[in-house]
């Protein structure tokens, strides 16, 4: 739905935010020749801003004086599928699974390196500005044809059953962010599945044996503590 | 006061008025309006009093005041504020009465409750209206009642002899005595009679009969001067104690001690009453005693519990109470009335026939020829009565075996001198059938023995005095050897039975004393509340042969801490133990209060406290009643208070002990944030301070040097500060496990992908056997009791050593190993690097916060696991942690 931006092409970002320290570091560290960056200082700032200035990603705070972040996203997501990435202090896992599951498409604990933030707007920019899907996921050996449902790595064809296939295919569609617990189980095993964290976790633990050169340590598959899995990407 | 006038009293003469007076203060005040008969006016009297006091301003209420249908006093009730009856159900029939409870909540400054002589019905909280009056007073409500003279308990006999009629609702004397004011209401008996002849004190009919019984005018006027003498005397005692506490010289009297000693015979009521009144005429003090003889252990047991019964009258009217253990009364009673400076001993005349004396001194006699110094009062006690009372006490007769066993004996002896009486002189035989007396006093008992010695005189004629088989004597001389054959094992049975008697009594009382030993033993050898409170129990189930039960105050409230096995405490019971509590007096059965219970509850008093209640329940109903059993328990009242009082002082001095733990804990906190906080701060704003320099030029080299190190710095507060939040979250409760299934080879590779950016070169080797099955735990917390695990291990070792991760499943335990090839930890620290801010003193400075491995713990400990940490041979540590696979 998404179209390429104008304003010399760059994407414009609104950042929540109403700490002056942080937004004086943003400004910084998301330089004015990328991005384009506007600011809200409260929710309901935010909710008009994305709705007045159309911008491509929000970056939001969840400890705003107003409104609290994670309504904040689900308002949004009652009319947008535009990317959030929720930059928080709330390091608990809770936090992150409520932020994530009301429609956040990353979360970022502060403090954060800026290196990290920008992999990751990278990541969800790409995602919502393309057009259509990458058919090939690559990332390091490891080689997923989404057309031809064909993984390998390191040219060796891998056998996955079609649960494993889903599974590894669903994360490769949002490669380089995190998908909850109940995401995943309800993409892959469907709505009455969204509890069984079990089934999801057996099953991950026999993809991984299969792609991961040294399971106990992965490479491809990251998990995202007590909150969910994310696969790597470039 | 004024200097000239009074002599300065000595300081414990104040002290003793102070004390009273504050008392006084606590309690309330009692007035009592004393008339002589019903109709007098005393009810009357009273209401005009509360209308004086209401107009004063002060809250009256009627608690209860029985109008009789008089129209003058029904009109005197209006406009007082009444508090409605408690209806107790006694036989399916609501009987009225006064509703304590109810006037304890209302809590007026005086309350009015008539005829203070009342019995309650069954069921009430006491027996006695003048117990509900001392309740109220005690919660420190001011009260006004009305008694008659003929009430008082050591008027009773008194009373009797005036009017012959024995009255049955008595009050105590003492309760006269606690009264501030005693007003007396009189009129003339004339005017009276008038008055009861015009119906105003009875209904007719109940009018006519009562001017016979009662309302004699002889009778009446002697009442009059009974009741005109005692509030006189009640008057007289005022002035003295004005007169003591301003040190006016008076004409003193010496101070007198009366002693009376009471036997369980019928009589010693009367003496227990007539002892009161002389002690209150003199103005002394008095004491009972009961002197415990050898016999003693053989009188029935329906004595015994007279005897109790007499002790109890006379702790009632105030008499100090004592039981002594003698050879002889007399003996006994002169020598403890020496020790305890006894001027007066007062005895009962003898009502046994003449002839008696002879063989026994009468004891008043053995009394004065002892007494001394010491006057001794005879009291006469009315014949008639005596005679009518004779016929209860009567011995107990031995079982009829007894007696088969002395005629056995006898002929046993008889068989032995057969065969021998050819060789002896037949003076002889005697020495055999003495030998029979003495088995028999041994064995048997004193009239079995005195049964065999007679049997044994006439077997001993029959069989062996010539001419042989008749009871005929030949020779006169033989009757000197019969008297003495008889008179010898008399006294032979009654010294051995004697001796053996008082070798029973002293081996009950050791025996008490034994248990209390036992159970001082016991309390002192256990520390702890619990262990207390079990030895307490076990030793009173054991000793006393009772159930019990042990409830402590928890705050306001009492709470069940101990009991005997199976045992449930009612809510009834749970009422009585805390009445006995906040009244601080036993309560329940065998007491005054609330009798209807099954148990006796004794308040656990310290001399400062009330710690708790004790509930008994003993197995035979006379030991609740029994004296000997109430001190007995009381005393072990006494030692489980003390030792719960001790129990409780060391769980202060534990607290007090953590308390000062937890400030030296919450130093370390503060000199470690202030440390560990502003450490990195030093190296960020350094870093940053020079780089914003513009005058100062810096390589480029030196310049990554100090980003690089404000990087780390930074990462190393931001690390801090997690710990922080973490040890809060544990310790706060905040932090909630939440177990689920976890693969633990995913829990490993996760530690290992947060420490990525900090393995460098190192080499971690993994070993974790593939197909662990899962293990429930928090996967989130685990993770980070790995990392910190790994972390450290990193950091105290060389940084190309080796560091090993090892997890494996023995048993129904889960183990995770991380091992380092560090230079370890000193022995004496391994048992505390999980402590709190413990940090091993490193050369190198390294050290870390000393929150990671305490989090480690706190995180295993809440997953019911353990954590250790063990010196490797060949140098390094290995942290084990070991959960249960459930």
Redesign the interface.
């Known amino acids: 739905m998404q179209k390429v931006k104008n304003e010399g092409g760059r994407p414009r970002i609104l950042v929540v935010d109403d700490e002056a320290a942080i937004l004086r570091f943003l400004k910084s560290a998301l330089p004015g020749e990328e991005y384009s960056l506007h600011f809200a200082e409260n929710g309901h700032a935010a909710l008009a801003a994305a709705a007045a200035a159309r911008p491509d990603l929000i970056l939001l705070d969840l400890g705003l004086p107003d409104l609290d972040g994670v309504e904040v996203i689900r308002r949004i997501r009652e009319w947008s599928p535009l990317p959030i990435i929720v930059l928080s202090v709330r390091?608990r896992?809770d936090d992150k699974v409520a932020a994530l599951d009301a429609g956040a498409d990353d979360y970022l604990v502060k403090?954060f390196g800026v290196a990290e933030l920008q992999a990751r707007i990278r990541v969800v920019l790409r995602r919502s500005l393309q057009q259509a899907p990458e058919p090939v996921y690559r990332f390091d050996e490891l080689e997923i044809d989404l057309q031809r449902r064909k993984v390998t790595r390191g040219g060796t064809e891998i056998q996955l059953t079609p649960t494993e296939y889903d599974l590894l295919r669903l994360l490769a569609n949002h490669a380089g962010m995190v998908l909850t617990h109940g995401q995943i189980l309800k993409q892959v095993w469907g709505n009455t599945y969204a509890d069984q964290?079990?089934v999801l976790?057996?099953t991950?633990?026999n993809l991984?044996?299969k792609i991961e050169p040294?399971?106990?340590?992965?490479r491809y598959i990251?998990?995202e503590?007590?909150v969910g899995y994310r696969l790597k990407s470039a | 006061m004024r200097d000239d006038e009074t002599s300065r009293p000595s300081p414990e003469t104040l002290l003793k008025v102070a004390q009273a007076e504050e008392a006084q203060a606590a309690k309330g005040k009692l007035k009592i309006f004393l008339g002589y008969a019903a109709g007098v006016g005393k009810t009357y009297a009273m209401l005009q009093a509360a209308h004086e006091r209401l107009h004063d301003g002060r809250d009256v209420v009627v608690g209860y005041v029985e109008s009789h249908g008089r129209s003058e006093t029904d009109l005197l009730l209006e406009g007082l504020e009444v508090v409605p009856r408690a209806q107790v159900e006694y036989l399916s029939v609501a009987l009225p009465e006064l509703d304590l409870d109810a006037v304890l909540a209302r809590r007026p400054q005086i309350v009015l409750v008539d005829e203070l002589a009342h019995t309650n019905a069954p069921g009430s909280r006491h027996p006695k209206r003048w117990q509900d009056v001392e309740e109220i007073l005690s919660a420190g409500i001011d009260v006004y009642t009305t008694v008659n003279i003929q009430h008082f308990e050591s008027l009773r006999d008194v009373v009797a002899q005036i009017t012959g009629v024995v009255v049955r609702e008595n009050v105590p004397d003492s309760i006269l005595d606690q009264a501030v004011e005693i007003r007396l209401v009189d009129i003339p008996p004339e005017d009276l009679l008038q008055r009861l002849k015009e119906g105003k004190v009875y209904i007719p009919e109940k009018a006519a009969r009562a001017a016979e019984n009662f309302f004699k005018p002889g009778n009446l006027m002697a009442l009059r001067e009974l009741s005109l003498r005692r509030a006189a005397a009640r008057v007289d005692d005022q002035v003295r104690a004005y007169m003591e506490s301003r040190s006016i010289p008076g004409p003193w009297p010496v101070a007198e001690r009366i002693l009376v000693c009471v036997s369980g015979s019928p009589f010693s009521e009367t003496l227990i009453r007539t002892t009161r009144r002389l002690a209150d005429d003199l103005k002394s003090t008095w004491h009972t005693v009961y002197v415990e003889t050898p016999g003693a252990g053989k009188q029935l047991q329906e004595n015994r519990e007279r005897v109790w019964k007499d002790l109890r009258l006379a702790e009632s009217l105030g008499a100090q109470v004592a039981t002594l253990t003698g050879a002889s009364v007399p003996e006994a009673l002169i020598d403890y009335a020496r020790k305890n400076h006894v001027t007066k001993i007062v005895v009962g005349k003898p009502t046994k026939p003449r002839w008696r004396e002879f063989l026994r001194t009468p004891l008043v006699d053995q009394m004065i020829r002892l007494s001394g110094s010491i006057d001794v009062y005879v009291v006469s006690i009315a014949p008639a009565e005596a005679a009518k009372k004779e016929g209860v006490l009567h011995r107990k007769r031995p079982p009829l075996s007894g007696f088969l066993k002395s005629l056995l004996l006898v002929l046993a002896a008889s068989l032995l001198c057969q065969p021998v009486h050819a060789f002896l002189a037949p003076t002889n035989l005697v020495m055999i059938y003495l030998l029979a007396v003495v088995l028999a006093a041994l064995r048997l008992g004193r009239q079995e023995a005195t049964f065999t010695a007679f049997l044994s005189v006439l077997a001993y004629d029959f069989f062996f005095v010539p001419p042989r088989f008749t009871f005929a004597v030949s020779d006169t001389q033989y009757l000197i050897t019969f008297l003495a054959l008889f008179v010898v094992g008399v006294v032979i049975s009654t010294l051995v039975s004697q001796t053996r008697e008082r070798a029973e009594a002293i081996r009950r009382r050791e025996a008490q004393t034994a248990t209390l030993y036992y159970l001082s033993r016991d309390l002192a050898a256990v520390s702890g509340l619990d262990a207390i409170l079990d030895a307490l129990v076990r030793n009173i189930e054991e000793n006393l042969q009772a159930q019990v039960v042990v409830l402590l105050s928890e705050g306001e409230r009492l709470e069940v801490q101990a009991a005997s096995g199976g045992f449930t405490l009612g809510a009834k019971e749970a009422a009585v133990a805390d009445w006995a509590f906040r009244n601080r007096a036993p309560a329940g059965k065998g007491t005054d209060t609330l009798g209807s219970a099954k148990l006796l509850h004794l308040p656990l008093q310290t001399s400062g406290d009330v710690l708790g209640v004790i509930g008994i329940r003993f197995r035979e109903e006379q030991e609740f009643t029994s004296p000997e059993c109430r001190r007995l328990v009381q005393a072990y009242a006494a030692q489980a208070a003390l030792a719960v009082e001790r129990a409780q002082f060391a769980r202060q001095a534990e607290q007090a002990q953590i308390l000062k733990a937890r400030e030296s804990l919450e130093r370390a906190l503060l000199n470690s944030v202030s440390h560990d906080l502003r450490t990195p701060l030093v190296t960020i704003t350094g870093a940053l301070g020079a780089l914003r320099e513009k005058d100062v030029a810096l390589a480029s080299e030196a310049k990554s040097d100090l980003l690089e190190a404000a990087w780390e710095e930074a990462g190393r507060l931001n690390r801090f500060v997690g710990n922080l939040l973490d040890m809060t979250r544990l310790e706060s409760g905040a932090l909630k496990v939440k177990e689920s299934p976890t693969d633990v080879q995913d829990l490993v590779g996760c530690a290992l992908a947060v420490l990525e950016p900090h393995l460098g070169r190192r080499s971690v080797n993994i070993a974790v056997p593939s197909g662990l099955p899962p293990v429930r735990m928090d996967m989130v917390l685990m993770t980070q009791v790995l990392v910190n695990l790994l972390d450290n291990a990193l950091k105290y070792s060389p940084p190309t050593s080796p560091v090993e991760v090892a997890a494996d499943i023995v048993g129904d335990w889960l183990t995770l190993e991380v091992s380092d090839r560090g230079r370890g930890v000193p022995a004496g620290d391994l048992s505390h690097i999980f402590d709190k801010f413990y940090r091993v003193p490193v050369p190198e400075g390294a050290g870390g916060t000393g929150l990671g491995l305490s989090i480690c713990r706190g995180i295993v400990e809440a997953h019911g696991g353990t954590i250790e940490a063990h010196n490797r041979s060949g140098g390094g540590l290995r942290v084990t942690v070991s959960l249960p696979v459930i």
Do not use: A, F, K, Y
């Open positions: 390091d896992e403090p964290q079990n976790r057996v991950m633990s991984r044996q040294v399971p106990s340590r992965p990251i998990t503590l007590g």
